[in-house]
């Protein structure tokens, strides 16, 4: 990774360069590459990875937005520890799909899911706007499409979850899309390689129902109990260890 000089250097590269540099670190940091290590320092950074220290200090001062990094005079760059993180930031997320898999890191997830879907599902069921239904029936349509091996379950999945967010009209909801994708990733490998199972199409259906009836309590519970299926898989393989 070279960083280029002279005229050929455009911001857009120096833009590329930083962040590349902020991807490197960021993962390397979440995946615990630097667990019982010391954290290089600019120089060391800029000579490993042949880039000016300009781009490295870039890509350190976004990391510490990010609540990864923190500097302090005369005790140079250190690890934020992980509740300092911020767990919502959409490089954090992803990054965290590169660690080694973690039954408890799922099981908070799943915790977090289990606070916000079902709340979602009800709103959704009273706001939906057509657009809205329609994004819901176009992502379980996927998932059926998926059933017969046409679609990608685990993107179909995500689709539908997503959908019912935007579609209960709470922009403090929608927001939630990056944690609740990341958070399906990390569960449908969970039920996929433990179990060998898929996403149940009669619990969707019956969450796709409520919500197209306007029956908010029906679609909480409903969602409620499709995300309570994942936790009592987690739950399980906790006591097998």
Known sequence: ?????GLNT????????TYGMLDLLGKAIVTGQYDDRVFPTEAELAKQ????RSVVREAVKMLG????LTARPRKGTTI??????????IDVLRWLLDRK???SLLRQFSELREAIEPAAAALASSAHSPEGLAAIEAGYAR?????????DPLEADIAFHVAILQASANPFYAQFRDVVTTALRTSIRFTNRFKGRTASLPQHKAVLDAIANRRPSEAKAAMAAL?????????EAERNG
């Open 101 to 103: 898999f973690s039954l």
């Open 227 to 235: 995300i309570a299926d994942v936790m009592v898989l987690i739950a």
């Open 65 to 68: 937005a990010k609540g990864l």
């Open 49 to 52: 990875y042949d880039v000016s």
């Open 143 to 151: 998932m059926e499409a998926a059933e017969r091996n046409e679609d």
């Open 80 to 89: 934020q520890s992980t509740d300092r993180w911020n767990l919502f930031d």
């Open 1 to 5: 990774m070279t960083e280029q000089t």
């Open 10 to 17: 455009s911001s857009a590269m120096g833009r590329n360069l």
